[in-house]
């Protein structure tokens, strides 16, 4: 199974090797999506963690004993479907296909569970139709 | 076999006239010839719904008591034209406040079609008939004077495929372009795109009737930069920027649902705007040209990294499958324009005609030939 998280360091604890120990200790995947670290020490991780659900359980438990905060990224990009015209713009910039238009009917389709939070279809969206919450 | 505007509109009255969209016959012309297509088919209607900067209002405010000669103006803080008498203005679409780049004319003109009231303070520096000097005030459509649409370059014919071959992303009025061509943005409706049914404007004119943002405008004269020196390629049709219309139409008529106020990143304002152009069966040349399909209709790839050099040629129908192979490169293609859209527009023109409340116009003056484009000379003193 994949699963979003974000991480969120307080001060000091970004300097603790924490992607090492989820690969070597629990056998994880990691994808880093996103990552703002501030000076090195503080800020927040986006990750996607491929493993068993098992190891995708312990491997959070260790990152809460750790000091560090971790919450599930509701995939939280939402777009207002009564007022976009389908034109297409964020789609020529979403490089994960989470948004996409095609035939036969050429309406703008999103896919929450692609997206990779880059934020590229907010300032893409020509009419502004896009929000982003964070599930901090 | 050939018909006249008469005939057809004839039979447009008695709820008579054959109407495909230029979508249906395209795919009628699969396994019909122009001939037997001119016999079946009255009138082609053709839309797109695409982002044209080239856009604007005029409005007249009527005059206060006592008068004002309006010599500096904003709209909801935007600056626009104080050039025109005293209580007249036109808002160009891409007016806006530098402070506030992302709100501008066309959003100003989105929101007044919706009847909506904004804010209007003008200053003038007085004068013996115009004594004022200043003035804040509410305005909408319900109090103001004539709110005209006036569009001195919509529905281009076809446009240039954007690239960027560069390090960095480019954010330009084709929509972000990602480094080392990631990305290729297009904008016509391919073979629904008004003049691309009509390349060479026979039946589209000066005064002729279309669908303009919701309501019955008129094309009233030929778009700026109306250029007929395009390469064509071997099915006739242009290649690149070429021919564009001058629209103009009522506003208080128009829907929001065709008009769309929108911001380009790091680019600047400019205005989603639904046209459609009824194209009339007059004889088999007209039919043979609304049959035109999108594997038939090219265009040129244009690296916005590199100064607009033009790096290749591709058609609609690779465009409109997501992705095209260029330079040994997997590219994904999207377009900016809104086919969705453009369907919708070219259904309801259909649908207006079928009724019989909506007749055609022959053109009262044919648009130019022979133009090219002149660029901008620097003078060095």
């Not at chain 1, 190891?55 to 479907?81: C, R, W, Y």
């Not at chain 2, 600047?268 to 040349?285: F, H, K, N, Q, S």
């Not at chain 2, 023109?349 to 901008?376: C, H, N, Y």
């Amino acid at each position: 199974m994949t699963k979003k998280i974000v991480v969120s360091f307080p001060d000091g604890e970004a300097s603790r090797p924490l992607i090492y120990e989820l690969i070597k200790k629990y056998d994880i995947m990691v994808s880093i999506i996103k990552a703002d670290i501030d000076g090195g020490r503080r800020g927040k991780l986006v990750l996607e963690l491929d493993s068993d659900s098992d190891h995708i359980a312990q491997a959070i438990d260790f990152m809460v004993k750790s000091g560090v905060d971790v919450s599930p990224l509701e995939t939280k990009i939402s777009f207002d479907n009564t007022r976009c015209i389908s034109c297409g713009a964020c789609t020529s910039a979403c490089p994960s296909g989470a948004l996409s238009i095609s035939g036969p009917d050429w309406k703008l389709s999103f896919q929450p569970d692609k997206c990779v939070v880059c934020k590229l279809c907010i300032t893409s969206c020509p009419l502004k139709l896009f929000k982003i919450e964070f599930a901090d | 076999m050939f018909k006249s505007y008469e005939e057809i509109n004839e039979k447009i009255r008695k709820g008579k006239a054959v109407v495909l969209t230029a979508e249906e016959v395209s795919g009628m012309a699969r396994t019909m010839k122009p001939k037997e297509i001119l016999e079946k088919v009255d009138v082609v209607t053709t839309a797109t719904f695409g982002a044209m900067c080239s856009s604007g209002a005029f409005l007249n405010f009527g005059h206060a008591d006592p008068p004002i000669r309006m010599e500096r103006i904003e709209i909801n803080g935007v600056p626009v034209s104080g050039g025109l008498a005293a209580v007249d203005t036109f808002i160009g679409a891409t007016d806006c406040n530098p402070q506030n780049p992302t709100y501008g004319g066309a959003h100003i003109i989105q929101e007044l079609i919706e009847g909506r009231e904004l804010t209007l303070e003008a200053w003038g520096k007085g004068t013996d008939c115009y004594p004022r000097k200043h003035i804040k005030t509410r305005i909408s459509l319900k109090t103001i004077n004539e709110a005209i649409l006036m569009n001195p370059r919509n529905a281009y014919q076809n446009y240039n495929v954007a690239v960027n071959t560069t390090d960095r992303t480019l954010y330009t009025y084709m929509g972000t372009l990602l480094p080392h061509m990631k990305n290729a943005s297009y904008s016509s409706a391919g073979e629904l795109s008004p003049l691309l049914n009509d390349p060479e404007c026979r039946t589209i004119g000066l005064g002729t009737r279309i669908f303009l943002c919701g309501t019955q405008g008129y094309v009233v004269w030929n778009g700026t930069q109306f250029n007929c020196s395009k390469p064509l390629n071997e099915y006739g049709v242009p290649m690149g920027n070429a021919r564009t219309l001058a629209l103009m139409g009522e506003m208080r008529e128009m829907s929001s649902e065709f008009l769309r106020g929108a911001y380009f990143e790091k680019y600047g304002v400019t205005m989603y705007v639904g046209v459609g152009v009824p194209i009339p069966l007059l004889d088999e040349d007209l039919a043979h040209r609304v049959s035109i399909r999108n594997s038939q209709i090219d265009t040129f790839i244009e690296d916005y990294g590199c100064k607009g050099e033009l790096i290749g040629k591709v058609n609609y129908e690779q465009l409109r499958s997501g992705e095209i192979e260029f330079m040994g490169k997997r590219i994904h293609t999207a377009p900016l324009s809104s086919l969705f859209k453009a369907r919708q527009i070219a259904a309801i023109l259909k649908d207006w005609i079928m009724k019989g409340q909506f007749e055609l116009t022959a053109p009262v003056r044919p648009m130019p030939k022979g133009t090219s484009l002149r660029g901008l000379k620097e003078i060095n003193q």
